[in-house]
């Protein structure tokens, strides 16, 4: 069963602070990886989207990395504002199968003044 | 915002009722994905229409149906609800079927179930 998990689970930093959240994944076979951001109660809202061979992706302070060897993937924020409190969500795309998106649970940052 | 949107936004139905929800995909998008979202948790794929055939499907019962039309917009029908359908119903519509194709979410539906 394709599987993907994300850590930790909730996250609080301070505001200019730099984070890094965390995916592993069984999802096979591979096709790409894609980080969202949530807002709360709203749709998710792409921010990078990476094939087997990328192994990193930048979008303005969000840079996401992609290991396909070990199946890790990480989403590095840097200069957190206040706007990036939101759940973070990776998804992993399998090249068959009925269920072709496997979302992971996500995770909860919140960032403080 | 994606041009993706949602109808009703939010919802209260009792046990046992039926509900429909819908959703206008982008302009030009041929595919439609509907996902269940409880609350904490992520996604949970329930099926997908390409040009108004069933695409692929998740672990849902039957009772969860849906239709595409012509024109691509969605439905998604719920027969015989139950407390655990509370969830935000999103659907997310792509120019293909084909995995590498981002996904447009929309706002989202949140079916509240007493």
């Known amino acids: 069963k394709n599987q993907v998990e994300q850590s930790p689970q909730s996250l609080i930093i301070l505001e200019g602070k730099n984070c890094t959240l965390q995916?592993?994944?069984?999802?096979?076979?591979?096709?790409?990886l894609r980080w969202y951001k949530q807002d709360t109660g709203r749709g998710p809202v792409s921010l990078t989207i990476?094939?087997?061979?990328?192994n990193t992706k930048s979008n303005g302070r969000y840079t996401a990395t992609l290991d396909a060897d070990t199946k890790q993937s990480s989403l590095h924020i840097t200069a957190s504002q206040l706007s990036d409190s939101a759940s973070y969500i990776c998804?992993?795309?399998?090249?068959?199968?009925?269920?072709?998106?496997?979302f992971g649970t996500g995770t909860r940052l919140t960032i403080i003044p | 915002e994606t041009g993706v949107t949602q109808s009703p936004t939010h919802l209260i139905k009792t046990r046992g009722q039926q509900v429909t929800l819908r959703c206008s995909s982008q302009s030009g998008h041929n595919t439609v994905s509907w996902y269940q979202q409880a609350l904490g948790q992520g996604p949970q794929f329930i099926f997908q229409y390409y040009r108004e055939e069933e695409n692929g499907r998740g672990n849902f019962p039957p009772r969860f149906s849906g239709l595409q039309f012509p024109n691509y917009s969605s439905e998604l029908n719920v027969n015989a609800l139950e407390l655990d359908d509370s969830a935000l119903y999103l659907c997310a519509s792509s120019l293909s079927r084909e995995v590498s194709y981002e996904q447009y979410f929309g706002p989202g539906t949140r079916l509240t179930v007493t």
């Open positions: 998804v992993v795309s399998a090249n068959f199968g009925n269920e072709k998106l496997t």
């Open positions: 990476m094939t087997f061979s990328e």
């Open positions: 995916c592993n994944y069984t999802v096979s076979p591979f096709s790409n």
